[in-house]
């Protein structure tokens, strides 16, 4: 009975973790760069570690067997900002498919 009541929990966690998606920016002067870990598929395997500039936007880690890789590896890149004095934050990424809708309903012509 107690294994039924877990799995439902299981579940919940996953989806809150592929619904919220967070980014730290790390600032120096004008500079900034921006660390992300991507769930692909909304769980915590596969993952990538997404690093964005200005200029680019590339992976520079993934994994899909080691749970907490992309975690640890992103932590690193932000520890050495900070080292390097760097201005480090945490923003909370909205995604929201009703904004999303309403765009291309707006882009459609009017009825007749």
């Not at 500039?53 to 932000?78: L, M, S």
Request: aromatic letters at 8%; one cysteine or more.
């Amino acid at each position: 009975m107690n294994i039924i009541r877990i799995l439902p929990l299981c579940f919940l966690t996953s989806f809150a973790m592929a619904a919220e998606e967070e980014r730290t920016v790390c600032e120096s002067g004008e500079v900034w760069h921006a660390i992300q870990v991507v769930y692909p598929q909304g769980w915590s395997l596969p993952c990538e570690v997404h690093f964005t500039t200005p200029d680019e936007k590339r992976v520079v880690w993934n994994a899909k067997t080691a749970e907490g890789f992309c975690e640890r590896k992103a932590q690193e890149i932000v520890l050495r900002r900070r080292n390097a004095g760097w201005q480090c934050h945490t923003e909370t990424l909205v995604d929201s498919p009703a904004l999303t809708e309403s765009s291309l309903i707006s882009d459609l012509p009017p009825m007749r």
